[in-house]
């Protein structure tokens, strides 16, 4: 099945920073989306983004189908913004969502 | 609407008990989805039903019984659960399976 990685797998920032997330797939990109964790344990839809570029207020993402990977863009971050980011894709078969492993960002005030 | 909803939102049960989870969506979704997730881990997919017709399942013990009455429901009945079952439970639901997901808050199952 595909697998998903992340990176990094954990980042601190100061409140106001810029920060880059990766995820690469071995397999090809079929329903890619990024998900905002909070500590209460809610997935927050972030980006539905097979290909192409999308942005929401500080937040954008980039996806590369032909080279297997995204990248989610969090821009003058905030407290707020701490938690785990995932990214998710269906398989070629059009089935479930695999996850990668996650990044843990705490922003720092 | 972009809303799936799961009661309860905490459940504390031991292991000799019976409950279950819910969770409902009225956005004309097809696919709905269980997901259980260990601490500092990703979801893991538990059961997926496609137009009320469980299609995966993921090897589950048998423990874990999934129910959909109707498009918009979604059950987990739950029965002789151990204390690793401790998990939160996420329901997902999509328009067809593996399309754009949206994710309950989730149920904080606590076995004793």
């Known amino acids: 099945g595909i697998q998903v990685e992340q990176s990094p797998p954990d980042l601190i920032l100061q409140e106001g920073a810029n920060s880059t997330l990766r995820c690469n797939f071995s397999d090809s990109v079929n329903n890619l989306q990024w998900f905002h964790q909070n500590p209460w344990g809610q997935l927050i839809n972030l980006f539905y983004i097979p290909s192409g570029t999308k942005q929401n207020g500080r937040l954008s993402a980039t996806t590369v189908a032909t080279e297997r990977y995204s990248l989610l863009y969090i821009s003058s971050s905030q407290t707020t913004d701490s938690g785990v980011y995932f990214c998710a894709d269906g398989d070629n078969y059009g089935q479930n969502f695999v996850f990668g492993p996650g990044t843990r960002l705490s922003v720092l005030p | 609407d972009t809303e799936v909803t799961q009661t309860p939102k905490h459940l504390v049960m031991g292991m000799t008990n019976k409950k279950s989870l819910k969770c409902e969506q009225h956005?004309?979704?097809?696919?709905m989805y269980w997901y259980k997730q260990k601490a500092k881990k990703p979801p893991e997919l538990m059961f997926v039903y496609s137009y009320e017709k469980l299609s995966i399942n993921e090897s589950v013990p048998s423990r874990f019984s999934p129910e959909c009455p109707n498009s918009s429901l979604l059950n987990l009945h739950l029965h002789a659960l151990q204390p690793e079952d401790s998990a939160l439970y996420l329901c997902?639901?999509?328009?067809?399976?593996?399309?754009?997901?949206?994710f309950g808050q989730g149920t904080r199952l606590t076995v004793v």
């Open positions: 997902a639901s999509s328009q067809e399976r593996g399309t754009e997901a949206f």
């Open positions: 956005m004309g979704h097809r696919a």
